[in-house]
């Protein structure tokens, strides 16, 4: 589990977070949605370290009992980045490396494990995600968008995460691929009871896996909940970003308007 205590993060006096609190919480899909500007991406950079908050508390379960990220020192921070998998928008792959050798990768920069050992993980997680050993030799550039975010997480996975961190997992893909994708994570988190975090405005990826999700509107909490919730909710900002859809309207009115079966 994370635990995000009122932390507050600000740019040139610009507040970005305002006092934020909520749980991430462990074998299932946590999901941060909200519109552009909202201070979702800040949340999760936070989350990861990669921004300083100016206050509050960011606390993380690790294999020592729970630390807060706002008072480790730097060789506390990586190795809690030990425990953390990446998925980045653009999958991020290296271009000059093959699929195996991407997946490998952070086993060489992470792992004590022999060359034997990394490339039997690598092979394991291309297979777990479903990648025709025929592409293993395959460099990125010679295969499709969708395998490219298979391999990402395949990467994202070697190190057998504690957490795992994804950035508009289906930016760039078509609908059928994004259900795969959204399927993928949400299998991989429940089998391996991994704390997922994911960064969406992908309404179908929000009412597919958001088993729980945390609404952020001008850099407050205005949410949280699951995908079950979301129809009955009478929150104004939440009905205001889920269903400026006409098709999500129309569903939801279907849903309100069903009598009661006897």
């Not at 508390?57 to 294999?63: G, K, L, P």
């Not at 609404?215 to 009955?232: C, M, P, V, Y």
């Amino acid at each position: 589990m994370i635990q995000v205590k009122d932390i507050v993060k600000s740019f040139e006096g610009n507040v970005v977070l305002d006092h934020v609190s909520a749980d991430f919480e462990d074998g299932k899909v946590n999901m941060i949605i909200g519109q552009s500007g909202s201070g979702k991406t800040v949340l999760m950079k936070s989350m990861i370290g990669l921004h300083t908050i100016d206050a509050g508390q960011i606390i993380f379960d690790t294999r020592n009992g729970q630390e807060n990220l706002a008072t480790m020192r730097e060789k506390e921070v990586r190795m809690l980045h030990r425990e953390v998998g990446m998925l980045f928008q653009g999958a991020a792959l290296f271009d000059s490396m093959t699929v195996q050798e991407n997946v490998m990768y952070p086993l060489e920069m992470f792992s004590d494990m022999s060359h034997e050992q990394m490339v039997e993980r690598a092979r394991f997680c291309l297979q777990r995600v479903d990648m025709p050993e025929r592409a293993f030799s395959l460099m990125p550039s010679e295969i499709s968008g969708g395998m490219q975010k298979r391999v990402a997480i395949a990467r994202a996975i070697a190190l057998n995460p504690r957490y795992l961190f994804c950035d508009e997992p289906n930016s760039g893909l078509d609908p059928k691929t994004s259900l795969v994708i959204d399927q993928l994570i949400q299998d991989i988190t429940q089998e391996y009871g991994i704390c997922t975090i994911v960064n969406s405005h992908d309404m179908n990826s929000i009412m597919e896996i958001g088993d729980n999700i945390i609404l952020l509107k001008n850099g407050k909490k205005e949410w949280q909940g699951s995908r079950f919730e979301i129809f009955d909710s009478d929150n104004e900002s939440l009905n205001d970003f889920v269903f400026a859809s006409d098709l999500f309207k129309k569903i939801k009115n279907a849903t309100n308007n069903q009598s009661p079966q006897a």
